[in-house]
């Protein structure tokens, strides 16, 4: 079968484009920092300050993200994989209006809550009340829960094409609103217990909603690179821009954790 000049040319950037990416995952797992603990403060600290005071300790360690970040991407996660469960990770539609203003609701709630922390850490600057760990763990929960079900639709409706897509809202009432909320209560429960035994998948599951959220972010690029908006049929179709997404997941967390290494160095200040 022969291709046109311009098939051609998006085949050979595709292949190139793979390489690239599968070379720069590769050296993500294989190269420094070594290890479980090495690769999770590597990819918190690409997003997340990390300051012990703002953190939890979980048999003895402090999570590779504060409060307010780990409920974040938990909350992402928990949100994603009930989108699994419920058939919608191919859903193009946003959830209706009502329940759309409690998503968004959530995300004013933390911002406000977020905003009240940073003046508490202004000496004599005005403030509503006493920061807390569980609260920024709380508010962060159900603002991850919100981002991800504001970006499955915008994702899927750059990658799917009209006949592969699913046009059933990503939260289709206030029951399934009511179940993704008592899985971000789970969430918190488990958190705020934080038994020795959970550090290990708590870590793991909280940076990897940093690696899932980023590439996801990123794949919406890709596929405008490639040429392949809303062209998806398959799995398969999708594999490519998830990978490109991923390497630049993890370009940008390494290009912030030397930003951060470099402003701390010229600054004084520990970020």
């Known amino acids: 079968m022969?291709?046109?000049?311009?098939?051609?040319?998006?085949?050979?950037?595709?292949?190139?484009?793979?390489?690239?990416?599968?070379?720069?995952?590769?050296?993500?797992?294989?190269?420094?920092?070594?290890?479980?603990?090495?690769?999770?403060?590597?990819?918190g600290r690409g997003v997340c300050h990390q300051l012990p005071s703002h953190s939890f300790l979980v048999g003895g360690h402090q999570l590779p993200l504060c409060a307010r970040c780990t409920g974040i991407y938990l909350g992402a996660m928990m949100g994603l994989a009930g989108f699994f469960l419920l058939g919608r990770w191919?859903?193009?539609?946003?959830?209706?209006?009502?329940?759309?203003?409690?998503?968004?609701?959530?995300?004013?709630?933390?911002?406000?809550?977020?905003?009240?922390?940073?003046?508490?850490?202004?000496?004599?600057?005005?403030?509503?009340?006493?920061?807390?760990?569980?609260?920024?763990?709380?508010?962060?929960t159900f603002h991850g829960l919100a981002m991800i079900a504001l970006l499955m639709?915008?994702?899927?409706?750059?990658?799917?094409?009209?006949?592969?897509?699913?046009?059933?809202?990503?939260?289709?009432?206030?029951?399934e609103l009511g179940g993704f909320m008592l899985g971000g209560a789970g969430v918190v429960a488990l958190v705020l217990w934080h038994p020795a035994a959970?550090?290990?998948?708590?870590?793991?599951?909280?940076?990897?909603?940093?690696?899932?959220?980023l590439a996801l972010i990123n794949s919406v690029f890709a596929v405008m690179i490639l040429g392949r908006e809303a062209s998806a049929r398959t799995g398969k179709d999708v594999l490519l821009p998830l990978l490109m997404g991923l390497a630049g997941a993890i370009v940008l967390l390494g290009g912030m954790n030397a930003l951060r290494t470099y402003v701390a160095a010229v600054t004084g200040v520990p970020l």
């Not at 050296?27 to 690769?39: A, C, D, Q, R, S």
């Not at 959970?198 to 940093?210: D, K, M, N, T």
């Open 153 to 175: 639709p915008l994702v899927n409706e750059s990658w799917w094409h009209p006949a592969a897509g699913n046009s059933t809202p990503v939260i289709r009432n206030f029951k």
């Open 2 to 43: 022969t291709h046109s000049p311009v098939e051609s040319r998006r085949r050979w950037m595709s292949r190139v484009l793979a390489v690239a990416s599968l070379l720069i995952v590769t050296l993500f797992l294989f190269y420094p920092p070594i290890g479980f603990n090495g690769k999770t403060v590597f990819v």
């Open 90 to 140: 191919r859903s193009v539609k946003w959830s209706p209006a009502p329940v759309l203003a409690v998503l968004l609701s959530f995300v004013a709630v933390m911002i406000a809550d977020g905003v009240n922390s940073f003046l508490w850490d202004i000496p004599g600057a005005p403030h509503l009340y006493e920061p807390q760990n569980w609260l920024r763990l709380v508010t962060g």
């Open 198 to 213: 959970l550090y290990l998948p708590l870590a793991f599951f909280s940076v990897l909603g940093v690696l899932v959220m």
